[in-house]
């Protein structure tokens, strides 16, 4: 018997049938989260290969606080809190952990949470777990979320979660999220997934981006796996509440510490980041203004979404540019309300097939 047979059944109908693909050979790459090609970058894997090499092991063995703590961690949340100003900071098995540990534990009985109707899924799955107060605001809507701050100003605390980038509209987080924050005493959860290493005078983000003066409400989730060309996730926060989430937060305290080799490649790219910033930053900027100057559309960040409407159309599409050698995200319900093309201008790609695959684009809208 197959158990879920009928569930697939409805899935294929209704064209949201999911499949894992390997990846075309020779196909240009406009599809990843790998932001600034670094998951290419041999050199940072050979430096972090001999620097693993050095040291006695190369595995973590065990979570952060029963001695699988290791002082590349370490090293590595020092550099992240020095640049981007926190307080403390810990390394975490992956964003989708992270998500879930903050949601998990910050929201108390007596407190609300008030997210983006857009936030990621793994902060809407942690949403769930318990009989937390939660709210949703329309997406970067700043009056909508004053209205629910206002509305719950007798609520012990009020945790506010938003994303640097919009995983899907590709659109920056209003600044008026730091103001409304701090003039309604609230905590404030950056998600900068698709922000830090893309966006800011110092590629660091939003914060970065807008001038922040980091406060004790303020705190920052950023992933490894994207701009990073790494795997894994961080938390940044004032040095009460990393403490708190190393004494609550599941999934610090019961799954094995971060690996030490996406550890290594993590803080051997951000350096790498650091130092390029200067060329990477006007490599961003020329795909933003190819994008313009071919589609007419203004791109914040690197994600392009192009709107589509139907399932089964944009895994058509997928599959026709795909043909003239570009792979595109095509990202169907329930991951976004109404279908899109994704596409991620990847630094890793040069410019010139960017360019050919936006002229291809304009047949399609
Ligand atoms: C906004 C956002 N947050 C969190 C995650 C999860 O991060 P990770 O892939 O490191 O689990 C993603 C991932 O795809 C994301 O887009």
Known sequence: MNYYEKELRALKRSGRFRRRELPERGVHDFASNDYLGLAHNKNLHLQTCRQLERGDIHAPKASLLVGGYHHEHRNFEKELCRSNEFEEGVVVGSGFAANIALIE???RK?????????YHASGVLASNIG???KEFFAHNDMLHLEKLLSRHQDKKRRIV?????YSMEGDIVSKEVFELCAHYDAILVVDEAHSSGVIGKNLLGVYDLYDVKIAPNHIKMGTLGKAYGSFGAYILASEHIIT????RAKPLIYATALSLYDTV??????LYIQEHKGALKKEIQRRQQLVYKVLGIE???????????????VIEIKKELEAEGFAIGAIREPTVPSAILRIIA???EDAVSFERLLRELRNYF
Do not use: K, Q, T, W
Request: aromatic letters at 4%; glycine letters at 8%; charged letters at 15%.
């Open 105 to 107: 534990a910050l929201v």
């Open 110 to 118: 007596g407190d609300v949470l008030i997210m983006d109707a857009s």
């Open 131 to 133: 009989a937390l107060n």
């Open 161 to 165: 979660a938003v994303e640097g980038v």
């Open 244 to 247: 708190y989430l190393l004494n």
């Open 265 to 270: 490649l993590a803080h051997r790219s951000f």
């Open 299 to 313: 791109m914040p960040a690197l994600i392009l979404p192009i709107p589509i409407g139907n399932n089964e159309r």
């Open 346 to 348: 990847r630094l890793g």
